[in-house]
């Protein structure tokens, strides 16, 4: 997975911190990320909320290629002169891009700041044939890493899941990523609808066998304004309850562990040194341009850190882009007190944990020592030394609520 358009949501033997080196260790310094958000798919999917439009019309691409050129230029006045530390290409589906589109885009970064040779460079990309039929035009445009939405490995589910692909067409492009990428991930959804955890078991341990050495598996969740929700509050898409989705929770913790793919954050599973670098930086609240219809940034200026956000609406977003030169909808300072519980509500996603002198750097003043205790008391959190907090498994499961709790 992608960021903060949806932070959504790897492994690069070439790089600095290949598969078998181990997670690179929290510096204070989580590097800058350059996000791009394509905001187009081929057919909506029921459960979905993402900033992703449908335009049976096509898209005319070099409008977006000039219009992304503009707003990185945008973002780069605002960031300064920066090194960048990983790129991502997420949606909607940018899979729908063509090589040629996704080169120029990269050019355009290469432009406007210092691309180093060989950071993670990640698509995500949908698993359809006619998408697949891309990938070694994406590896040759630059591209080192995809992340596929395959959801599922059963045609029924994925027929349920209103996606295009099925089974075979999963396995074809699994096995070309693999092929094609020096580093790939796959997405699958779990508690499904009327899914047991015999089956996700099954299904999991599966995956596992097809994987390499990442694999993003997310918790359906039933989001407002979908057609899932509409269906939910019906009564007639009924998901596993608090209880069994703790258990399938639980269960995708244990046999990812016991494969040797353990959860660094709340839904992603690597090997360690595996892990996406893109999506660290923002949990370990790094810096990152968002570029493109409805994405987020955080960037480091000389006034301080602010927040960016962009139209959603892509052709609103062209005509902006092309009367201002950006599409931002919002920049704002961020207050170091809203600094502070945006490191924690990301920090404590991660299995490493949040360092707390940068929490106290930023708040001026320590956690509330009764409310550590209380929830130590209550096994959602644990201390890791003198200055580290994270998240027990089942303090995960309610991570809203232990933040909420702490940042008071
Ligand atoms: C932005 S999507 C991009 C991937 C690509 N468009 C696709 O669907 O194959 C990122 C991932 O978020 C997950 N996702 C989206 N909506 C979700 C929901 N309501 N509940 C759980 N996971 C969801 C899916 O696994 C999806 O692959
Ligand atoms: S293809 Fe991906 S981004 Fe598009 S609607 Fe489906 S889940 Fe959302």
Redesign the pocket.
């Known amino acids: ?2 960021a903060p358009s ?1 932070p ?2 790897g492994r690069d033997r070439a790089s600095p911190a290949a598969a078998g080196d181990g997670l690179a260790p929290d510096t204070g310094r989580p590097g800058f990320a350059v996000y791009l958000h394509w905001p187009f ?1 081929a057919a909506k ?1 029921p ?4 900033n ?1 439009h449908v335009r049976h019309g096509g898209v005319d691409q070099q409008v977006y290629v000039d219009a992304f050129g503009a707003e990185i230029q945008a973002m780069r006045a605002l960031s300064g002169p920066q090194v960048v530390t990983s790129i991502f290409f ?6 729908l891009m063509t090589p040629e589109t996704v080169a120029a885009i990269l050019n355009a970064v290469r432009g406007a700041w210092a691309v180093p040779e060989g950071i993670e460079i990640t698509l ?4 359809s044939s006619v998408e697949a039929a891309r990938f070694r035009g994406y590896r040759e445009a630059g591209v080192n890493r995809v ?5 599922a490995l059963n045609d029924a589910d994925l027929k349920r899941l209103g ?1 295009l692909h099925d089974r075979a067409e999963a396995l074809r492009a699994i096995a070309l990523a693999r092929d094609i990428f020096p580093r790939m991930s796959f ?3 779990y508690a499904r609808p009327e899914q047991t955890v015999q089956a996700w078991s099954a299904e999991l341990e599966e995956a596992i066998s097809l994987a390499a050495d990442h694999l ?1 598996l ?6 407002e304004g ?1 057609p ?1 929700y509409g269906l939910h509050k019906a009564g007639k898409l009924i998901v596993p309850d608090d209880e069994l989705s703790a258990e399938l929770y639980e269960v995708t913790r244990q046999i990812c562990e016991r494969h040797g793919l353990p959860a660094y954050e709340v839904s992603n599973h690597a090997r360690p040194g595996a892990e996406s670098r893109h999506n660290l930086t923002y949990w370990r609240y790094g810096d990152y341009a968002g570029i493109g219809p409805g994405a987020h940034g955080r960037l480091s200026t000389a006034a301080g850190k602010i927040a960016t956000a962009t139209e959603r609406m892509p052709e609103t977003w062209l005509t902006q882009v092309g009367e201002a030169g950006h599409g931002m909808v919002e920049q704002y300072p961020l207050e170091v007190a809203e600094q502070a519980d945006e490191l924690l509500l990301m920090g404590l996603r991660l299995r490493e944990g949040v360092d707390l002198s940068r929490w106290r750097m930023l708040s001026g003043r320590d956690l509330e020592r009764d409310r550590i205790d209380f929830l130590v008391r209550h096994g959602m959190i644990e201390e890791m030394g003198s200055d580290r907090l994270r998240c027990t498994p089942k303090g995960m499961l309610v991570l809203d609520a232990v933040v909420a709790d702490l940042a008071i």
């Open positions: 997975m992608s949806a959504a949501t798919c999917c459960y979905c909320d993402f992703s997420g949606g909607g589906t940018p899979s995500e990309a949908n698993p992340s596929m939405g395959v959801q996606r997405d699958l959804i993003s997310y918790q359906l969740t039933i989001e979908t899932f």
